[in-house]
Nanobody, 126 residues
Framework: QVQLVESGGGLVQAGGSLRLSCAASGRTLSRNAMGWFRQAPGKEREFVAGINWSGGSTYYAASLKGRFTISRDNAKNTMYLRMNSLKPEDTAVYYC???????????????????WGQGTQVTVSS
């Protein structure tokens, strides 16, 4: 059974930065594409960024590209999301997710992900 645990969320002022981590346990995820999603109060869960199994390919929501950077360290079974120039509208619960084994490519569709973390709150004050 795969467990994903996010960390690194918190309260930050607009313009600040945070780095989220997603640590996996239970099995290696080196053969799984992974991604970050977020959900703000009253809104649907939305795709933030995705990364393929090796980390060699990434994909971002158009509105976030240039401010957010996704990466992974398969040796540590951990994925990251570096968020710069944060805005109040980035406030949300951020979730990490992984696709099933051997689903190597990125997807922006949350139903294509089989494993989810519990989420970490990011609050950006103005």
């Amino acid at each position: 059974q795969v467990q994903l645990v996010e960390s690194g969320g918190g309260l930050v002022q607009a313009g600040g930065s945070l780095r989220l981590s997603c640590a996996a346990s239970g099995r290696t995820l080196s053969r799984n594409a992974m991604g970050w999603f977020r959900q703000a109060p009253g809104k649907e869960r939305e795709f933030v960024a995705g990364i393929n199994w090796s980390g060699g390919s990434t994909y971002y929501a158009a509105s976030l590209k240039g401010r957010f950077t996704i990466s992974r360290d398969n040796a540590k079974n951990t994925m990251y999301l570096r968020m710069n120039s944060l805005k109040p509208e980035d406030t949300a619960v951020y979730y990490c997710a992984a696709r099933r084994p051997n689903f190597l490519s990125i997807s922006s569709t949350h139903s294509n992900y089989s494993y989810w973390g519990q989420g970490t709150q990011v609050t950006v004050s103005s």
